[in-house]
């Protein structure tokens, strides 16, 4: 397949799979509901039962200075701690929520990339959606740790030149400035660079996950050793990604300039919000399609099961003499992934 059949492979997929994104608006929906119902309404019965009147709550100099001396703290202790554990509540059902769905919806990619005839069930969405909400916590979890650990050694690295230049006391002139604002976008490139690789192996990462069922470290594994050894499913995922990016970065322009008309851009702009968000959910729906059934079509499982095991020495640099030919003869390439016009 060409990197054009593939991706209008995964938009068929999305389209067979229209539901997905139906279960996608309406998770969307519960969230508005939830935050509403958990953080929203209570919030408004704690400032009807504390009797804070309108002119009371807006005034956050008066506030902040009553809070100073420790009478404001003291007069609203219990509603603030009320309010944070209504967030605490509210952040854990929506994550929940989201594992759920994010489970359901690659399973069901999974499920149907597998099976070329199999349709869309809601018997399988909440079966996948079971079996992956383990996996996919500790998933994202790890991802997030290395995002943090990233941006700490980025801000450490910042921190250290900026210490650097006063030491030596550049600071404050031309060269130290000059140095300052190279050093940022220096600094902000690579992160920009890391933050996407990261986010390519984390989309990636989920296809061996719901295809072979695989838990976080192996599934991160895995993704990294079929990246590295398949090319064309990197390029493949730099298309899809970049596409993905620039069309998100389009409609959000058309609505920056829908807001810019006085009036009918208002009326106008609403509409169009809505419909651009579900469209941008079915296009990473089409997203995930392509990147899962490519996966699931490019190996055969015990290949697949051998890059969660030897991605680590191939990727740490095996000598030339070693064999890192996956599983020998059990590999297999069904459709040949040539580049697009050859």
Not at 12 to 22: P, T
Not at 179 to 187: A, I, N, Q
Not at 244 to 269: K, M, R, T
Request: proline share 3%; with cysteine.
């Amino acid at each position: 397949m060409t990197h054009t059949e593939r991706i209008r492979h995964g938009f068929a997929l999305a389209n067979r799979n229209w539901q997905l994104v139906v279960i996608q608006v309406g998770f969307v929906l519960i969230n508005i509901l939830g935050l509403l119902a958990f953080v929203g309404l209570p919030m408004i019965v704690l400032a009807v039962a504390l009797g804070v009147d309108a002119k009371r709550s807006g005034d956050i100099t008066q506030f902040l200075d009553a809070a100073s001396y420790g009478a404001a703290l003291s007069e609203y202790l219990g509603a603030v701690l009320v309010v944070l554990l209504c967030i605490f509540v509210y952040v854990t059902f929506a994550l929940v929520l989201w594992l759920l769905v994010t489970g359901g919806i690659v399973g069901s990619i999974a499920h149907v990339s597998r099976d070329k005839a199999a349709r869309f069930s809601m018997g399988v969405f909440w079966s996948e959606a079971k079996k992956l909400f383990a996996p996919l916590a500790w998933y994202y979890s790890i991802i997030s740790v290395v995002i943090i650990a990233l941006f700490a050694v980025l801000g450490a690295a910042f921190v250290a030149g900026a210490l650097g230049y006063a030491a030596v006391g550049l600071e404050s002139s031309r060269l130290g400035i000059f140095f300052t604002v190279m050093g940022v976008l220096l600094l902000g490139s690579c992160g920009l660079f890391f933050s996407l690789c990261l986010y390519i192996l984390s989309i990636q990462g989920l296809a061996p996950m719901a295809v072979d069922g695989l838990g976080a470290m192996d599934s991160i594994r895995a993704a990294w050793g079929f990246l590295e050894k398949d090319r064309q499913s990197l390029y493949l995922m730099f298309i899809v990604v970049g596409g993905y990016v620039l069309a998100q970065i389009l409609l959000a322009l058309v609505g920056g300039v829908l807001q810019i008309i006085p009036l009918l851009g208002f009326l106008i702009y609403l509409p169009y919000s809505i419909a651009a968000n579900i469209f941008g959910i079915y296009l990473y729906l089409a997203l995930l399609a392509a990147v899962i059934s490519h996966y699931a079509d490019s190996t055969t499982a015990a290949a697949r099961m051998h890059y969660s095991k030897e991605a680590g020495p191939s990727a740490s640099g095996s000598t030339a003499g070693e064999d890192t030919s996956p599983v020998g003869a059990s590999w297999q390439v069904p459709p040949p992934f040539y580049q697009d016009g050859k």
